[in-house]
């Protein structure tokens, strides 16, 4: 088979490759944010891990349904872990400081 037999109905420019979804990346810059704002300002970890659990959720779903055109699971579940982490962490710090 040649490559005029297997390109048929190709164009060069119709195969493009997979891109990083936005949202992924802006779960793990929020999931950062937020655990850097338990120091600074804890209400931070609120603010900021809500948006990366969310963030994290819906690119996996977009992820998941874009068939193979969007790459980046990894990424948005990495987001998750983190974003979650901080928000536990927040909570659990105001928690012990309320009762202690």
Do not use: K, N
């Amino acid at each position: 088979m040649t490559w005029d037999e297997e390109s048929e109905g190709v164009v060069p420019g119709d195969l493009e490759p997979p891109s990083t979804h936005r949202f992924a990346v802006y779960s793990v810059v929020l999931g950062i944010g937020a655990f850097a704002c338990l120091y600074v300002f804890p209400f931070g970890c609120l603010a900021l891990g809500v948006p990366s659990i969310t963030t994290g959720v819906h690119a996996r779903r977009e992820i998941a349904a874009s068939r193979g055109r969007l790459i980046g699971d990894q990424l948005a579940v990495t987001g998750l872990i983190i974003g979650g982490g901080a928000l536990f962490t927040g909570l659990a710090a105001y928690l012990m400081g309320a009762l202690g």
